[in-house]
């Protein structure tokens, strides 16, 4: 029987003209990567995805990252949310090799 395999976990954070003043979604993007390649270390494929949007339709809470397929949103973000937003993304993810069985 098959089951549709889970959902990758996907850290989407927004890079655009608001969330980016004073270059503040660059500087967290490059905090990010750093603490997702710590996270994923070897594993391939990687558990969790990170990806860069231009716009997530919540500028007023800017910076703003979104949690998938959970939809979470974190807004008005900073470093200190950053590694704990991933442990939680690490949490969500099922090794891709995985049948979708057990656990
Ligand atoms: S510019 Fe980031 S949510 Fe709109």
Redesign the pocket.
């Known amino acids: 029987m098959d089951h549709p395999k889970p959902a990758r976990p996907r850290l989407v954070l ?7 003043i004073s270059s503040r ?1 660059d500087h967290l993007y490059e905090y990010l990567q750093t603490l997702v390649e710590d996270a994923v270390g070897d594993q391939r494929p990687r558990p969790i995805k990170l990806e860069i ?7 007023g809470i ?3 990252l979104i949690l998938y397929p959970s939809s979470e949103i974190f807004g008005e973000l900073t470093e200190d949310q950053l590694e704990d937003i991933v442990n939680k993304a690490m949490k969500a993810a099922v090794p891709q090799s995985d049948s979708g069985a057990g656990q």
């Open positions: 927004c890079r655009g003209q608001y969330c980016n979604s949007a231009n716009c997530l339709d919540h500028c800017a910076p703003v």
